[in-house]
């Protein structure tokens, strides 16, 4: 007899704050909560999994996380996992910030060092590119040793890349 060890799992990132509005980088350190368009963005996406069973919701510890899948988690408390394995990559000093150009410029001397292959490079004191998908293989483990199924997590943009490689050699859907 085999055991289906598959997992069907949605990845989702959160809705709008007034920070992605503005420009300002949020990261780990700046907790803002959905703005007018984030609770719709979060309404529409709940109303098209409204008859999903979920049997584990994930979000991160940022509000916005939680207040995107709040009306899912609502219906079924008891599959509600809040965990800092998937809070957005810390952004260090340009937390906060909305000075565009400063901000575009690290951030993009970042991402090219990182597809150049230098994954220990950070902006001052955020976040490597190694620390993070260390972060993300941790709960990809703890997933793969846990009987649910049918799995929502929701989650922040720069982690999705992280769980879309370490995804790859898990059996998902």
């Not at 937390?95 to 993009?108: C, M, S």
């Not at 620390?131 to 799995?151: G, S, T, V, Y």
Request: aromatic share 8%; proline share 2%.
């Amino acid at each position: 007899m085999s055991i289906n060890h598959t997992k069907r799992i949605i990845i989702v990132r959160h809705g709008e704050t007034v920070y992605n509005v503005l420009g300002i980088v949020q990261g780990r350190g700046v907790d803002a909560e959905l703005n007018e368009k984030g609770w719709t963005q979060a309404r529409k996406f709940c109303e098209y999994f409204q008859n999903e069973s979920f049997d584990l919701v994930v979000s991160s510890t940022l509000v916005r996380s939680q207040q995107t899948v709040s009306d899912i988690v609502n219906k079924n408390p008891n599959t509600w996992v809040i965990s800092s394995l998937v809070d957005e990559i810390s952004w260090g000093k340009s937390e906060g910030l909305a000075n565009k150009n400063v901000i575009n410029d690290n951030y993009n001397l970042l991402i090219e060092h990182w597809r150049g292959g230098n994954f220990g490079a950070k902006i001052e004191e955020g976040e490597t590119a190694w620390e993070l998908a260390a972060r993300c293989q941790i709960f990809i483990d703890w997933l793969q040793h846990i009987p649910h199924k049918n799995i929502l997590i929701c989650t922040h943009g720069r982690d999705h890349p992280s769980f879309d490689r370490i995804a790859q050699r898990i059996d998902i859907e």
